[in-house]
């Protein structure tokens, strides 16, 4: 789930720092943080996206585990329960 999302922002830290120290522009320190942005949004993005797959997947597993809960017949056993 947080493998990907890591990776997109250890690269936005990567393409910043390399836009900011290489480019050799006057607004480079813009250009590295607006590189890291979109890295880090992408990484956002793709978090919520598996995020929401682990949650669909629970989902289904929860609904396969009701469908096999056993039903108890209390009234086969009620003579036992009113024992004292």
């Known amino acids: ?5 890591i990776v997109c922002v250890i690269l936005g830290l990567i393409i910043g720092a390399g836009c900011y120290f290489f480019s050799g522009m006057e ?3 813009a ?3 607006g590189a890291f942005a979109i890295c880090s949004v992408i990484g956002l993005v793709v978090l919520i996206v598996n995020a929401a797959k682990i949650a669909s ?7 396969a585990a009701q469908q096999f809960t056993p039903v108890i017949e209390w ?3 009620q003579h036992f329960l009113n024992e004292e």
């Open 27 to 29: 607004n480079a320190m």
């Open 31 to 33: 250009l590295a943080v």
């Open 75 to 77: 009234r086969a056993v």
């Open 1 to 5: 789930m947080f493998n990907t999302p």
């Open 57 to 63: 997947k629970k989902k289904k597993t929860s609904a």
